[in-house]
């Protein structure tokens, strides 16, 4: 227990110490909210702005992009680098290399949100959950979210044959899916087909589940299926969570393809 | 316990029709430093890789401290098995070229590595013995090529294990610090660890090694100690010297001493030039892997 929080400290250390990955993986849903809140000044209606409906969109983005893409292109990478192999040569218990990256995961997400929402609010005026029950819904979303993004990263980890191939194999991925899941577009004005694409995959729930938490309720007959449906995000999203363990545990590579 | 760290016989591993490893049978004596010696591509870097847990095998027999590999590899090469676990704890691994961790210090990852181990060494003093306390506190990725090797052997040892595999541990060394890692593996051995070595330096073969084996082919064709390995001890010496006219002379014998005693008293003592060589470590290896 005490080696995977050492394990998480380590890699939250690495982090930190990478100059660019925290500029841009910390400050990038941030940056993305400056922009868009810049261009989208008016209302959605009902008194709601714009940006009330964005930042649902980017706190999913930070998420995924915490929790998806920085796993998928960094285990590839490592596991190029030859340390995955080293840890392999160890006694270190095998599940003490997925807590750290879980923590550091964490760590980030947390910390992004907190920079995403105090910029939003500072600057756009954005309006913060009121109840107990919005806060709650919030902290669910988004941990499933997370989990879901976290474990999909380990998953797609196998997919990239070498490191510098990753982020080739997993940019597009993510960034097809935040056009069609409704993070830079309002969702239901996207082409039915397209929502239905989205509605495969986590981040539209991951929107739709912090949709309920921003926007009040009188929004929720606006949602495709008529309402926020939180039992339905619950349940797609914990479908991901379990299909990607099973992924993670049937298909991780510790070592690359030319070691055997 | 057995008095072997390591017995193989009759190993075999195919990497599609290709026979990497071919029927190979060796023995590593506990507290031994043993050596093997091969060209690129005879089957080294597999076998080893098999004896460490990396690798399956497709035939023969292997035990590596009374345990055998396969099962520490697993089905998919990471058995989760206790038995696994405590094997690693007693195997330390340095691999060819293996990955850094680019922004922690020198401290925070032998420490990290050393709470892998139950009986793990003081980081400070591991550090110190590969000669990197002054690197202590520097980030890996701006060790050089040999500090990085020196770190990574750090990694291999701090768990203290009984058997040491080191793959080509030295190359990017320069001579001096390839000196320093001979006293500190030598240092090792005397406090009874086993070491499996793989080089392309013969001199460092012949430095360190009890026992050398040669592969070739996937096959051990040769084991010894560097001085007999290949009849070296009886092989001809070369006896060389000058003549009078001040041309260099030299001849094969089987008894250098006679030749000697002989020239001394055509020239009626010193023998202008005179030297007196055997086949070098290196000579008698390449003879065996060209035939």
């Known amino acids: ?260 | 316990m057995s008095d072997s760290a390591i017995e193989v016989d009759g190993l075999r591993k195919l990497y599609g029709d290709t026979v990497a490893v071919d029927g190979l049978d060796l023995t590593v004596r506990r507290g031994e430093i043993f050596a093997l010696l091969g060209p690129n591509g005879a089957g080294k870097t597999t076998t080893v890789e098999i004896l460490e847990g990396y690798r399956r095998r497709d035939g023969g027999r292997v035990s590596v401290l009374g345990i055998d590999p396969a099962v520490v590899h697993g089905k998919r090469g990471t058995s989760t098995d206790p038995t696994a676990r405590r094997w690693r704890e007693r195997v330390g691994i340095v691999l060819q070229g293996t990955g850094e961790f680019d922004e922690l210090t020198v401290g925070e990852v032998v420490t990290h590595f050393a709470r892998f181990y139950p009986g793990a060494d003081d980081p400070a003093r591991v550090i110190d013995r590969v000669g990197l306390s002054a690197k202590t506190r520097a980030r890996t990725h701006t060790l050089s090529g040999g500090q990085k090797r020196r770190l990574d052997v750090a990694l291999g040892i701090v768990g203290r294990p009984e058997l040491l595999f080191l793959d080509e541990p030295t190359t990017g060394f320069d001579p001096e610090a390839r000196r320093e890692f001979w006293a500190l593996i030598r240092d090792l051995a005397r406090g009874g660890t086993t070491v499996v070595l793989t080089t392309h330096y013969l001199q460092e073969a012949e430095a360190l090694a009890d026992r050398v084996g040669v592969i070739t082919a996937g096959r051990l064709i040769a084991v010894d100690t560097p001085q007999r390995l290949g009849d070296r001890d009886s092989a001809l010496a070369t006896v060389s010297w000058r003549t009078p006219e001040g041309s260099w002379e030299s001849a094969q014998s089987a008894t250098p001493t006679a030749l000697v005693a002989e020239l001394a008293a055509r020239f009626g003592g010193e023998v202008p030039g005179l030297t007196v060589s055997r086949p070098t470590l290196e000579d008698i290896y390449l003879s065996m892997i060209t035939t």
């Open chain 1, 1 to 260: 227990m005490r080696l995977g929080l050492w394990q998480g400290l380590l890699e939250i250390k690495q982090f930190l110490r990478s100059r660019e990955q925290v500029m841009f993986t910390l400050a990038f849903p941030a940056i993305l909210i400056l922009v868009f809140g810049s261009i989208f000044t008016g209302e959605i209606g009902n008194g709601v702005k714009f940006t009330q409906y964005f930042v649902t969109g980017m706190i999913a983005t930070g998420l995924m992009t915490a929790g998806f893409q920085s796993l998928a292109i960094q285990i590839p990478q490592e596991r190029d680098r030859g340390v995955l192999k080293r840890l392999l040569g160890t006694p270190m218990p095998r599940w003490v290399y997925f807590a750290g990256k879980v923590l550091m995961v964490a760590f980030i997400a947390v910390l992004e949100t907190v920079i995403l929402l105090t910029v939003a609010t500072l600057l756009f005026g954005l309006d913060l959950p009121d109840t107990g029950a919005k806060w709650l819904t919030f902290l669910w979303v988004s941990a499933l979210g997370i989990t879901a993004c976290t474990l999909c990263g380990v998953a797609f980890s196998s997919l990239a044959r070498t490191g510098r191939s990753a982020p080739a194999v997993v940019t597009p991925v993510a960034l097809i899916l935040q056009f069609i899941s409704g993070v830079f577009f309002v969702f239901t004005s996207l082409p039915g087909w397209m929502q239905n694409v989205a509605s495969i995959f986590p981040l539209k729930w991951m929107c739709q589940g912090l949709r309920a938490v921003f926007l009040p309720e009188s929004f929720g007959p606006r949602e495709p299926g008529g309402s926020y449906d939180l039992p339905k995000v619950a349940l797609v999203l914990g479908v991901w969570c379990l299909v990607a363990l099973v992924l993670c545990l049937t298909t991780f590579r510790w070592t690359t393809k030319r070691d055997g």
